[in-house]
């Protein structure tokens, strides 16, 4: 199967289709959005940095796909963040976005998913920064940022990527992947070993982060499985290992509607098998913190969040 691979045929990232241009001044009419709840998450972010604790947001894919990068990055120059998690393909359209400047990829038709990840600046950057990284003893996320710090004219578009601004702000971006799961899998280059090896790092500089959550935040933007494990194991870690996990605020940011979030709900019940209502909302929140559930679309969440915390001010652990 490994001669297989070798024979792949790879396209070009740069002529690859895109819907949108990153809009870095776009705001929108729903800063009000939320309601009180809201309100009081946006107090417990503000609590935590003032106190010098973690705020950790983990993104699904979708949100870097659609090109919400300015406003994380914002939430990250002003302070509010201090570690970004993603899955692997998150990390993918970060750095496609550093490569071509455009995100919100046009999904390929009419050829039989022959071209299904086989792009080749992309898969080629990731691949050959992890290499290089996982011999020097860095993690996955980390290995992207300084792969492309040192390559500024292969990554013209790179200030606008989340994973670099994170490595230029000195806080973690870790990637959490799934083997088989992502585009760059499929890659002649790919080297599980140096993946795996990679985001395995990662994940225990997650842990690290969330071990030191006590009086945190732990936002959860649209990942319905890996977000809501890889945080829930990590707490699970922090506590076995005799850290205080206790009085800690989560939230979860999707388009599901959960209605009375904090109803109990049984085997027989869909709501049951949603994991970040249990792994996010509830369950690590149970030893007395306090756990949110949010209803809307990402491109009128995050900017929300960023204009609620800009109205809070606070010193923001500075």
């Known amino acids: 199967m490994g001669e297989l691979f070798e024979r792949i045929s790879l396209y070009s990232t740069i002529d690859r289709s895109h819907l949108t241009e990153l809009k870095e001044s776009r705001e929108f009419v729903h800063q009000k959005w939320g309601g009180m709840s809201f309100s009081q998450l946006l107090r417990h972010v503000v609590a935590a940095r003032n106190c010098g604790a973690p705020v950790i947001a983990f993104l699904g894919s979708q949100v870097l796909q659609l090109g919400l990068q300015p406003y994380l990055i914002s939430l990250i120059q002003d302070g509010w963040l201090t570690h970004i998690a993603v899955t692997g393909a998150g990390s993918e359209y970060d750095v496609e976005l550093a490569i071509v400047g455009q995100a919100a990829v046009v999904e390929e038709r009419g050829d039989n998913l022959s071209r299904c990840g086989m792009w080749r600046e992309t898969g080629n950057a990731i691949h050959r920064a992890i290499a290089r990284g996982w011999h020097q003893g860095l993690g996955y996320g980390e290995s992207l940022g300084r792969y492309v710090e040192e390559r500024p004219d292969d990554f013209p578009f790179r200030e606008k990527s989340l994973f670099f601004q994170a490595y230029v702000y000195d806080i973690p971006y870790t990637c959490h992947i799934s083997i088989g799961l992502d585009e760059v899998h499929a890659h002649p280059q790919v080297d599980f070993g140096a993946l795996g090896g990679s985001s395995g790092r990662d994940f225990r500089v997650f842990c690290a982060s ?20 890889v945080f829930l194991k990590a707490v699970s870690i922090a506590r076995n290992l005799g850290y205080t996990v206790q009085k800690i605020t989560t939230a979860n940011f999707d388009v599901v509607c959960l209605g009375d979030y904090h109803r109990t709900v049984g085997y027989d019940d869909w709501d049951y098998y949603y994991r970040p209502r249990k792994n996010v909302v509830h369950r690590p929140t149970s030893l007395g913190g306090r756990g949110f559930h949010f209803e809307g679309d990402h491109w009128v969440t995050i900017p929300a969040l960023r204009a609620g915390l800009r109205n809070q001010g606070g010193n923001r652990g500075e």
């Open 210 to 229: 969330v071990a030191s959550m006590e009086n945190g935040v732990f936002l959860n933007f649209g990942s319905s499985v890996t977000g809501v494990e």
